[in-house]
């Protein structure tokens, strides 16, 4: 398995197999389990530098070549590895040139989950074609891709020049985790950050990138104050801040929200171990998403498995899922139906009108909770594993 050891999107599916008895060899930069754990071994993944800074430096054409050229020592030690450790399967969560490497090593049977993001961006005006090119080789040379939104398939199959072979799968969470109630830790929650009493808070928990549009969200809620009947406060989880300059977009919101009049209105909480995530969702009355592009969110399940609404713009991942009828979907270029949301909830004290959420999350359950995932995987492992 491949994948970032510091991203509970990996770390998850890493759980499920070392729980059921699976060897996993694990391979980054960063081993997740340094005093060892039964079945798991870490194993460096090898590096080849300058994908990115390369063609910048010397143009896109001689930059991509000599980073080709450089690239072969990574994938000969990774083919290296690979014959000495023999796996029956290889996994890379994330695509990015460490699956190119494991298809220019010939790794076989490959399998590659994408996160959403990770394909998203190349579709940006200044995606970087030889990534994109690199990307591309990989999802056309793979042997499955799971996604975990329909729309994807479509993305996939367009970077890849042909019709790659894909798998809807949804990571699935721990539902005895996420539930209702942690009425206790949420009261505690509250006094910590000083929120007060009988305010409506309304909570943007994505990850702590531009691409998540935070400052939307904050823009649409100072639109929104002056009509609010009761107290709100907009609450800004931390989670996955960049490596690089990772105070730099708080400070950008925190000027913004001076600018806008709503500083007073605006908290900031930082990251939190995941088994006290429940604990963050059980405090928030609606949880507010407005990403500019995404695949299908785990916030989503989540916020279901918790009974929290969520007001969210309507993007081509969320079609024909149970957002469409459990959540209120908006526009995501009119920040106005955003602002709206806002104000029929906090002053109706609803997200528009839809089903009960004890009803959803009935189904989250049935369809989501992490062990159906982890038994799906493993179905997928042995398939592809087993001689035809």
């Known amino acids: 398995m491949i994948g970032f050891s510091s991203q509970i999107h990996s770390m998850r599916p890493l759980n499920w197999l070392l729980e059921r008895g699976c060897r996993v060899v694990f391979s980054n930069g960063v081993n997740p389990f340094p005093d060892g754990k039964e079945g798991f071994s870490f194993v460096r993944f090898p590096k080849s530098r300058g994908g990115r800074v390369l063609p910048k430096l010397l143009g896109n054409r001689v930059g991509s070549a000599l980073y080709e050229v450089l690239a072969w020592?990574?994938?000969?030690?990774?083919?290296?590895?690979?014959?000495?450790?023999?796996?029956?399967?290889v996994h890379v969560h994330w695509v990015d040139d460490r699956a190119y490497f494991c298809v220019k090593a010939g790794l076989r049977p490959l399998v590659l989950t994408v996160w959403g993001s990770d394909i998203n961006i190349l579709f940006l005006p200044?995606?970087?074609p030889a990534a994109r090119r690199r990307v591309g080789k990989a999802?056309?040379?793979?042997?499955?891709?799971?996604?975990?939104?329909?729309?994807?398939?479509?993305?996939?199959s367009e970077i890849a020049g042909r019709d790659v072979s894909t798998k809807l799968f949804s990571q699935g969470i721990n539902m005895a985790r996420f539930r209702p109630g942690y009425q206790q830790e949420a009261l505690e929650w509250r006094q910590r950050l000083d929120i007060p009493t009988g305010?409506?808070?309304?909570?943007?928990?994505?990850?702590w990138l531009p691409l998540y549009r935070h400052e939307s969200i904050l823009k649409a809620f100072a639109r929104a104050l002056p009509q609010l009947n009761?107290?709100?406060?907009?609450?800004?989880?931390?989670l996955h801040r960049p490596i690089v300059n990772p105070n730099l977009y708080e400070n950008e919101l925190r000027d913004l929200a001076e600018k806008l009049g709503v500083a007073q209105r605006v908290l900031w909480m930082d990251e939190v171990p995941i088994h006290k995530v429940p604990e963050v969702y059980a405090f928030?009355?609606?949880?507010?998403?407005?990403?500019?592009?995404?695949?299908?969110?785990?916030?989503?399940?989540?916020?279901?498995?918790?009974?929290?609404?969520?007001?969210?713009?309507?993007?081509?991942?969320?079609v024909g899922t149970f957002a469409e009828e459990y959540f209120h979907l908006v526009s995501p270029d009119d920040l106005s139906e955003?602002?709206?949301?806002i104000v029929e909830f906090v002053n109706q004290g609803r997200a528009g009108?839809?089903?009960?959420?004890?009803?959803?999350?009935?189904?989250?359950?049935q369809e989501y909770d992490e062990k159906i995932a982890a038994g799906r995987l493993l179905d997928i492992y042995h398939e592809l594993s087993s001689p035809s």
């Open 284 to 318: 928030a009355d609606v949880i507010l998403n407005y990403p500019s592009m995404d695949a299908f969110p785990i916030t989503f399940l989540e916020a279901a498995a918790c009974e929290r609404p969520v007001i969210s713009c309507r993007l081509p991942a969320y």
């Open 338 to 341: 955003l602002s709206d949301a």
């Open 230 to 238: 009761s107290k709100a406060v907009l609450v800004f989880k931390f």
């Open 199 to 207: 305010a409506i808070v309304l909570l943007s928990i994505r990850a």
């Open 139 to 156: 999802l056309a040379s793979a042997d499955l891709v799971l996604i975990d939104s329909a729309d994807l398939h479509k993305k996939c």
């Open 126 to 128: 200044d995606a970087n």
């Open 353 to 365: 009108s839809l089903k009960p959420l004890s009803e959803l999350r009935r189904l989250v359950c």
């Open 73 to 89: 020592v990574p994938i000969m030690r990774l083919k290296m590895q690979w014959k000495r450790i023999r796996p029956s399967i």
